[in-house]
């Protein structure tokens, strides 16, 4: 299992947009990626429950990637987070 | 910015006058729910500007305040605490507010009460035996045989006994010993009186007579009536509750069941019975005098009060007036009447069961709107019409207009093929297994379709659903209990899959999904969907679901069921209005129905923030769900 930390930058938090935005990218792997705010984590490929989270500009998430891809997803996925969140 | 709970609760006393004006107050998870003695004192619009105080509507006699969840309960305590109002419970609350009903609005809710625990025992019973009793109608061999007596006895249960069902739903109503109404049920139709269905077979000097003091009481039973039962459990109830609380509980247990059904027994034989027979009388020798007034006037009028006669349970009297017919005659031209009257009663139902979209209130509907043609009125009035009067009243009109067609038709052919007046050559039949007994099959046929359809037509046009509340099918009490939201469901959709159906959750132009005017939406990342354009500021459930997210700043909401994820967003870039313009009514986890309002929103302020405010309407799992098709369809 691979797992980075990451402080949204993103003014709105991963709302809407940002997070559909993010499921998409997710998608391409076969990873589960599961982010994690304080207690609560989902499922990174569940829109609603992501959003749910109410993660805004500043909050530090953990996020874990774990499956056969997690090497590579991993590194894009962090790559991702800081080019669009 | 945490609320002040003391100050919001002041706030509210100080807004609706004060505990003194404050008959009841509850709470749900979201919503103060209070009933106020004089509304008049209650300051709307402060109350809407209260900090803490999201929204408020008048429902069922109830102040509601949407408070919010974690944040009523403690506004409540406060509340409480400033007015000096003790708590109360849901059903409190409830009971106090029909206590504020004007009387005859709870004089007309108490059939309605008593009848919608026994639906499912007349409904079953009406259908079967309209269908049962049509049949040899047309093949009159099937009358003869044991498969028809069998069936008739099993259909016919329910109705043959129908004031013991209405006795023991009565007791319950009234809160009396509901064995104690099974018995004062059972006495009404024991098999030693006369049964009422057949005492016009007897002579007036041949009914066995009591003589109980000075009261000469027939001794004939109550089949078919619902009144005097109702009345007779309503003062046996009263009796047995007075006798609870004033004899010694020491003898309390064999004084109070035997006074009590010694005494209604007494009153209901001696008293209710013989008023109620005399008033029977009136109501036979109007009927028969109406119906002479010319023009089909009086026909009209007869046509449109049938069924109150029904909800009274005279009905069964008319067979007198048909006998009578066909003996001095050989005509039945009251039948027609009858005929329209059902069938009007059928057109209303059927109007009902095609346009609600209570899914309980619907199978209700449509078997008793078919029982209902074939003549039994009693599930399609006392399960759907009456309660929600309005098809009731359409089915009057319908009757009215159905009875007026049939007494200016011309004529009939008899047997001998003379010509004779429009009517029946039986009596005790009436809609679809009236056609072989008429005398003239295309008029009768042109008759029903004239008040099945006037009904249909006015009842579609007129009744819209009411909240749940008002329409309590057993097993939707506790729903309609937790949520008093006069919902106003929409009527078109706007996505449907194999999962279920997302109904336009704002009224406004449905738009493809392409159209919006956002790259992320259009470009369909988010899911498959639609825009609105909309012309209205209120943001309703598309389904029954559970709300699964809130916006921090209150714009957009998503909701699940059935596997269907969608999120519903109002404006595009609005999350950046922060929740100025937006009140989302409803929380993480709240169960919601379809219609509930969830956001409210103003338009003008999206505008002025320079923002569109399209809704966008995504299915956010769309790739995950099987047949999704989007578009606006009826």
Redesign the interface.
């Given at each position: 299992m691979k797992s980075f930390e990451y402080t949204i930058t993103d003014p709105?938090?991963i709302?809407?947009?940002p997070a559909?935005?993010l499921?998409?990218e997710i998608k391409k792997y076969a990873s589960t990626v599961t982010v994690i705010k304080g207690e609560k984590s989902v499922n990174a490929l569940?829109?609603?429950?992501l959003?749910?989270m109410?993660i805004?500009q500043g909050d530090t998430v953990k996020v874990t990637i774990e499956g056969a891809d997690e090497e590579a997803a991993a590194a894009e996925i962090e790559a991702f987070f800081k080019a669009n969140l | 910015m945490a609320l002040d709970y003391r100050k919001c609760a002041e706030e509210i006393s100080a807004n609706i006058g004060g505990g003194s004006n404050v008959i009841s107050a509850a709470h749900c998870a979201t919503r103060l729910r209070l009933v106020i003695a004089d509304n008049g004192k209650v300051n709307k619009a402060a109350l809407e500007n209260v900090d803490g105080v999201k929204g408020m509507f008048e429902s069922n006699g109830q102040l509601q305040l949407i408070i919010g969840t974690g944040t009523v309960n403690k506004v409540y305590d406060e509340f409480l605490a400033v007015t000096g109002v003790s708590a109360a419970s849901k059903d409190d609350v409830k009971a106090a507010a029909v206590s504020k009903m004007p009387w005859w609005k709870k004089i007309l809710k108490t059939p309605g009460d008593i009848f919608v625990p026994i639906l499912p025992a007349i409904v079953a019973s009406g259908l079967m035996m309209g269908i049962v009793e049509a049949i040899p109608k047309f093949a009159p061999a099937f009358g003869q045989s044991d498969w028809f007596s069998f069936l008739d006895l099993v259909a016919n249960t329910a109705f043959a006994l129908l004031p013991v069902l209405v006795a023991i739903s009565s007791a319950r109503v009234f809160k009396g010993n509901i064995f104690l109404g099974a018995v004062i049920g059972l006495m009404m139709v024991h098999p030693a009186l006369i049964n009422a269905w057949t005492v016009s077979n007897y002579a007036a000097g041949e009914i066995p007579t009591w003589h109980l003091f000075f009261f000469n009481v027939q001794q004939v039973g109550y089949q078919g009536h619902v009144i005097p039962v109702i009345l007779a459990v309503l003062l046996m109830s009263k009796l047995e509750n007075w006798l609870h609380k004033h004899v010694p509980e020491m003898i309390d247990l064999f004084v109070t069941p035997l006074t009590t059904v010694l005494v209604t027994a007494f009153v209901t034989f001696t008293i209710i019975g013989p008023v109620f027979s005399v008033f029977e009388n009136w109501v036979l020798d109007g009927a028969k005098w109406l119906i002479t007034v010319g023009y089909g006037i009086g026909a009209a009028i007869m046509g449109a009060i049938y069924p109150w006669t029904v909800v009274m349970g005279l009905h069964h009297m008319y067979n007198v007036i048909e006998a009578g017919m066909i003996s001095s005659t050989g005509v039945n031209t009251w039948m027609p009447i009858a005929s329209a009257a059902n069938f009007a009663q059928f057109g209303a139902c059927l109007a009902v069961a095609v346009k609600v979209h209570n899914q309980k209130t619907r199978s209700v509907a449509f078997p008793s709107s078919l029982s209902a043609s074939l003549g039994i009125t009693e599930p399609a009035i006392f399960g759907i019409n009456f309660r929600f009067m309005k098809p009731f009243i359409c089915g009057m009109i319908g009757g009215a207009v159905g009875a007026w067609f049939a007494a200016v038709i011309p004529h009939g052919t008899n047997a001998a093929g003379e010509t004779v007046a429009f009517g029946a050559t039986t009596y005790g039949v009436t809609g679809i297994p009236g056609i072989p007994a008429v005398n003239n099959t295309v008029m009768y046929i042109i008759e029903l379709l004239i008040a099945a359809g006037v009904a249909f037509a006015l009842t579609m046009v007129i009744w819209k659903e009411e909240q749940p509340a008002a329409a309590p099918v057993p097993a939707d009490v506790a729903e309609a209990a937790k949520e008093h939201v006069p919902l106003e469901i929409p009527t078109t959709s706007v996505i449907r899959c194999a999962a279920g159906t997302v109904l336009q959750p704002v009224k406004g132009n449905v738009i493809a999904r392409e159209a919006i005017p956002d790259d992320t939406f259009a470009s369909g990342v988010l899911g498959d969907g639609v825009g609105i354009e909309p012309t209205d500021e209120t943001v309703v459930a598309p389904f029954d679901g559970v709300i699964s997210s809130v916006a921090e700043s209150q714009h957009a909401v998503g909701i699940e069921a059935n596997g269907m994820e969608l999120l519903i967003h109002v404006g595009v870039d609005t999350v950046n209005m922060q929740g100025e313009g937006f009140t989302c009514l409803v929380n993480e986890g709240d169960e919601v129905k379809a219609g509930q309002p969830l956001i409210r929103f103003d338009r003008e302020k999206i505008k002025a923030a320079g923002y569109s405010d399209t809704v966008a309407v995504l299915l956010t799992n769309s790739d995950d769900l099987e047949g999704v098709e989007c578009g606006a369809a009826g």
């Open positions: 709105v938090g709302h809407a947009r559909g935005v499921v998409k569940k829109l609603m429950a959003m749910g109410g805004k | -």
